[in-house]
């Protein structure tokens, strides 16, 4: 089953502070109206096509607004990722696609085994923030997808032009099956960080790429 790769920017710290389960402030309110709408239509897609997590996306958002993610549900965790999703995407700039891979897993896993080879850092390895889960400082732990969708991942906006200057490094010496798609990462990475240092000079909090990975 394909899946498609998107990327978006956004300030972890505003996302984080939605699940510390305290009162919500008026501009958490207002946007918190945005993101329960998008999860609604997000569980009528669901509905139609008689897919079932045990666990509604609106009754996760709830679970997660009150500073939990218990549910034992069998899907829960999709639910729950699911969410979680709609949170980031309504505190982030508009998203782009990275692209679209039939087996995604296993590709970065093979091209991250390639840029070992290479000696990329390990802390660099597209499959360590692709996959890299939920944002840290979440005050408690949310389960994972059973299928693995969707996926979110994150790097920092600090990390992205070293991740592609380690990438341009190498691209002579990268394997042809990898080339065209880490040519790809690589340009949105330094395109990512050189609109980062302009967003700082503007007083803006974005600190991070998010990525999410969905069927």
Not at 14 to 33: C, E, K, M, N, Y
Not at 68 to 80: E, H, K, L, M
Not at 151 to 170: F, N
Not at 206 to 211: K, L, N
Request: hydrophobic share 40%; glycine share 8%; with cysteine.
């Amino acid at each position: 089953m394909s899946k498609v790769i998107s990327y978006s920017v956004a300030d972890t710290r505003r996302v984080v502070a939605f699940l510390s389960a305290g009162p919500l402030t008026a501009d958490q309110q207002r946007i918190l109206g945005y993101i329960r709408k998008s999860c609604e239509q997000h569980q009528l897609d669901l509905d139609r096509q008689d897919i079932d997590y045990g666990l509604t996306i609106p009754e996760a958002l709830d679970h997660l607004l009150a500073g939990r993610a218990d549910s034992d549900a069998a899907y829960a965790g999709n639910a729950y990722y699911s969410a979680l999703q709609h949170i980031i995407d309504n505190h982030a700039s508009d998203p782009y696609d990275l692209g679209v891979f039939s087996r995604p897993g296993t590709f970065f896993g093979l091209l991250d085994d390639e840029l070992r080879r290479l000696d990329v850092p390990t802390e660099l390895l597209p499959g360590t923030f692709l996959y890299a889960g939920p944002p840290d400082g979440i005050p408690f732990p949310i389960p994972h997808p059973v299928d693995g969708s969707p996926e979110i991942g994150r790097l920092l906006l600090d990390r992205a032009k070293p991740a592609a200057d380690a990438y341009l490094a190498v691209m002579d010496r990268v394997a042809d099956d990898f080339r065209y798609e880490l040519q790809q990462l690589a340009g949105t990475l330094q395109t990512e960080h050189n609109e980062w240092q302009t967003a700082l000079r503007h007083g803006w909090t974005m600190d991070t790429v998010f990525f999410s990975i969905k069927g």
